[in-house]
């Protein structure tokens, strides 16, 4: 089973940065950053910065603790949707 990091990558066909992702999830990416969100940024490459603001946009924090301890809480499901989504636009 993948971590929401590995997740992102696999669905967008990235199985070389498997391992990598490894160790991103459940808030341990860089910064604390949703893995997530850090896998979708890792992906989008000069984009990065778009995505991040966007996802900030709709959820209201881009950190794990910030989006667990929020209120409302963003469910790790929601956070992969909206990445995935936010990459899939990004790259267009």
């Known amino acids: 089973?993948?971590?929401?990091?590995?997740?992102?990558?696999?669905a967008f066909g990235r199985e070389d940065l498997l391992d990598a992702m490894k160790s991103c999830g459940g808030g341990k990416a860089p910064d604390g950053i949703c893995g997530a969100l850090y896998a979708a940024m890792t992906l989008a490459e000069d984009k990065a910065a778009d995505v991040c603001n966007a996802f900030r946009e709709i959820h209201g924090a881009c950190?794990?603790?910030?989006?667990k301890g929020g209120q409302p809480r963003v469910a790790?499901?929601?956070?992969?949707?909206?990445?995935?989504?936010?990459?899939?636009?990004?790259?267009?």
């Open 63 to 67: 950190t794990c603790r910030d989006l």
């Open 1 to 10: 089973m993948y971590n929401c990091a590995q997740t992102i990558c696999a």
């Open 76 to 92: 790790c499901q929601d956070c992969v949707k909206t990445a995935a989504s936010l990459l899939e636009k990004s790259l267009q």
